[in-house]
């Protein structure tokens, strides 16, 4: 069977040092977070590059359930930071708790003209894999 993506490493040790050392660009990419169903259905996208004002709730963990919005986009360390999420340090200073971007859910999105057109572009492109597929199995 040959490789369906042939720009991706199958090897372990390639594709964690491929994760890793990957530029700040890609990392953007990486650390998108999927939208809630309501804007799911509204935009026809699954998942967007998580960013700075976004409003989102954390789906996993012990703080699942909780609500803000993203102070932070940590892309060196693959995390982000919700406002009021945080942890008291023993010498009670409190710092922010990184989240992966994976683990939280987008609930409302921060729109200017370029995150509109990376949206449209999505779920036009999602809209040509549907009618290729519809096509297929009739």
Same mark, same amino acid.
């Given at each position: 069977m040959t490789k369906i993506n042939t720009s991706l490493h199958s090897s372990r040790r390639k594709s964690r040092k491929a994760h890793f050392s990957a530029p700040s660009s890609v990392r953007r990419t990486i650390m998108s977070a999927p939208l809630n169903k309501e804007l799911r259905e509204k935009h026809n996208v699954r998942s967007i590059p998580i960013r700075k004002d976004d409003e989102v709730v954390i789906t996993r963990g012990v703080n699942k359930g909780r609500e803000g919005k993203v102070v932070s986009v940590y892309r060196l360390k693959y995390v982000i930071h919700i406002e009021r999420i945080t942890r008291e340090k023993?010498?009670?200073?409190?710092? @922010?708790?990184?989240?992966? @971007?994976?683990?939280?859910?987008?609930?409302?999105?921060?729109?200017?003209?370029?995150?509109?057109?990376?949206?449209?572009?999505?779920?036009?492109?999602?809209?040509?894999?549907?009618?290729?597929?519809?096509?297929?199995?009739?």
């Amino acid at each position: 069977m040959t490789k369906i993506n042939t720009s991706l490493h199958s090897s372990r040790r390639k594709s964690r040092k491929a994760h890793f050392s990957a530029p700040s660009s890609v990392r953007r990419t990486i650390m998108s977070a999927p939208l809630n169903k309501e804007l799911r259905e509204k935009h026809n996208v699954r998942s967007i590059p998580i960013r700075k004002d976004d409003e989102v709730v954390i789906t996993r963990g012990v703080n699942k359930g909780r609500e803000g919005k993203v102070v932070s986009v940590y892309r060196l360390k693959y995390v982000i930071h919700i406002e009021r999420i945080t942890r008291e340090k023993s010498n009670g200073q409190s710092v @922010p708790l990184g989240i992966h @971007p994976s683990k939280v859910a987008v609930t409302k999105l921060k729109l200017d003209k370029d995150r509109e057109s990376i949206l449209e572009r999505i779920a036009k492109g999602r809209e040509i894999k549907q009618k290729a597929k519809g096509k297929s199995s009739a």
